[in-house]
C-alpha cells in the first residue's frame, strides 16, 4: 500500500505539475475561484454515450433523409451469387492464388471469374455510400459547431487578442462555465469517436486512428490538470475550422458533385496551410516556446506539453507536404479525380481495377483521416 501511496505522491508531485513555490491547494476549486477539477475529467464518459444518441438520432432522421433526397444510394447495385464453396473461401479471408486456382478449377470457372466474385464479396462488407455519408454528415455538423462555439466563446477572452494573457498571473487562471463546456464536450467527442470507431466505417488506419484519439485525450487531460485551459482552448480553436471543409467536401463527393467538392477542397488546403502552417507556429508555438518562459517560471510538466505541440507541428508538416504534392498532381490532371474515400471503403469494380487514374482526393482523405488533433 506504501508502494503506491509513494507512486501517487511522486506522481502527482506539484514540483512536478506546476511553476516553484505554487502547490495544489493554492489553486484548488472553492467558492470564489473555479479553477480546473481534475474529478471532472470523469464526466465525458457519460457525456460521450449522450453524443453518440444524439449523433445516431440526427443520422437517421435528418441526415440519411438528406442523402437519400440527393440520390445517394443505400445499398449496392452488385452481389456476388451465393456460392457455399468460394463463401466458405472467403471466410478465410486470406486467399493466396494457388487457393483461387484450385477453386477455379474445382468450379469449372476462369481464375477471372472466382476473382471477381470475391470483390463483390468484399465490397457487400463494405459501407454503402449513404452510410458513409451519414458519418461525413456528424462529423461536419460537430466541427461546425466546434468551432462557431468556440469562436463564441473566447470572443471576449483577452487570450484570444493578446496571447500573453495565457501566461500572465499563471497559474491563477479560473474556468469560465462557457470555457468548462468546450473543454469536456470536446473530450466527450473523441471518447465516443474512440467507441463508435469499432462499429464505423472501417479503415486500414484504424489502429492509428484509435491510438490517436486516445492520445488527443490524453493531451488534453493533461492540460486540464495543470490548467492550462487558455492555450488549450486556443488549440482547439485553431485546428476545428479546416475540418468543416474536409467532411463538407466528402459530402459532396459521395452526392457526386464533383465541381463542388474540388471547390471545397481547394478551400480545405488554403485554409489547413493557413491554419497549421502559419496560425499555429508562428502565433500559439512562438507564444508557448519563446514568450510564455518569459513570463512564467518554467516547470517538467510545461516542457513534456510544449514537446508534445511541437511534435504536432512536425507532423503538419509533413502532412501538408502530401497534400502540396497531391495538390500538384490534381493541377496536372486538369482536375479532382477519384473518390473521397478511404482505400479500406471503397467499392472494388471492373472498372478501378483495369483503370489507374490520378486518385488525388482520395489519397488526400487517407492521409488526412490519420491526422491528430491537438485537443
Not at 456460392?83 to 466458405?88: A, M, S, T
Not at 471466410?91 to 466474385?117: F, H, P, T
Not at 513534456?304 to 507532423?315: G, K, P, R, T
Request: aromatic share 18%; charged share 15%; proline share 5%.
Amino acid at each position: 500500500m506504501n508502494i503506491f501511496q509513494n507512486i501517487s505522491a511522486t506522481f502527482w508531485s506539484p514540483d512536478i505539475w506546476l511553476p516553484p513555490n505554487i502547490t495544489w491547494d493554492d489553486i484548488s476549486p472553492n467558492s470564489d475561484n473555479k479553477y480546473t477539477n481534475f474529478h471532472h475529467l470523469i464526466l465525458p464518459l457519460p457525456m460521450a454515450f449522450a453524443l453518440l444518441g444524439i449523433r445516431y438520432t440526427l443520422e437517421r432522421y435528418w441526415f440519411a433523409p438528406f442523402g437519400r433526397s440527393l440520390s445517394i444510394k443505400n445499398s449496392r447495385s452488385k452481389r456476388a451469387i451465393p456460392n457455399e464453396i468460394l463463401e466458405k473461401a472467403y471466410l478465410n479471408k486470406k486467399i493466396k492464388y494457388k487457393q483461387i486456382l484450385a477453386l477455379a478449377k474445382q468450379l469449372d470457372w476462369s481464375e477471372r471469374q472466382v476473382e471477381r466474385w470475391l470483390r463483390l464479396r468484399r465490397s457487400q462488407d463494405k459501407p454503402s455510400t449513404l452510410t458513409k455519408f451519414c458519418e461525413s454528415c456528424w462529423r461536419c455538423f460537430y466541427y461546425t459547431y466546434s468551432f462557431l462555439y468556440g469562436l463564441v466563446v473566447l470572443w471576449d477572452k483577452s487570450w484570444l487578442w493578446d496571447i500573453n494573457n495565457c501566461y500572465y498571473n499563471y497559474p491563477y487562471h479560473p474556468v469560465t462555465s462557457d470555457i468548462w463546456w468546450y473543454y469536456m464536450i470536446s473530450m466527450a467527442f473523441y471518447w465516443a469517436l474512440s467507441f463508435s470507431q469499432f462499429f464505423d466505417v472501417k479503415r486500414k488506419d484504424f489502429w492509428q486512428m484509435f491510438i490517436h484519439h486516445i492520445a488527443t485525450i490524453s493531451l488534453m487531460c493533461f492540460s486540464w490538470i495543470g490548467n492550462l485551459t487558455r492555450i488549450g482552448s486556443l488549440v482547439l480553436l485553431v485546428h476545428d475550422c479546416a475540418d468543416i471543409f474536409l467532411e463538407a467536401a466528402k459530402m459532396a463527393k459521395y452526392a457526386n458533385y464533383q465541381k463542388i467538392c474540388d471547390c471545397i477542397f481547394a478551400v480545405f488546403t488554403i485554409l489547413w496551410i493557413a491554419t497549421r502552417v502559419g496560425v499555429y507556429p508562428f502565433w500559439i508555438i512562438y507564444s508557448t516556446s519563446i514568450k510564455a518562459p518569459k513570463i512564467v517560471p518554467m516547470f517538467p510538466a510545461y516542457y513534456i506539453f510544449n514537446s508534445l505541440l511541437i511534435l504536432l507541428l512536425v507532423l503538419h508538416a509533413i502532412w501538408t507536404y502530401l497534400i502540396l504534392k497531391i495538390a500538384y498532381r490534381a493541377f496536372n490532371a486538369g482536375q479532382m479525380e477519384g473518390d473521397i474515400r478511404s482505400n479500406s471503403s471503397d467499392e472494388v469494380s471492373e472498372t478501378s481495377v483495369n483503370n489507374t487514374p490520378i486518385n488525388s482526393t482520395a489519397n488526400y482523405i487517407n492521409k488526412s483521416n490519420s491526422k491528430p488533433k491537438t485537443h
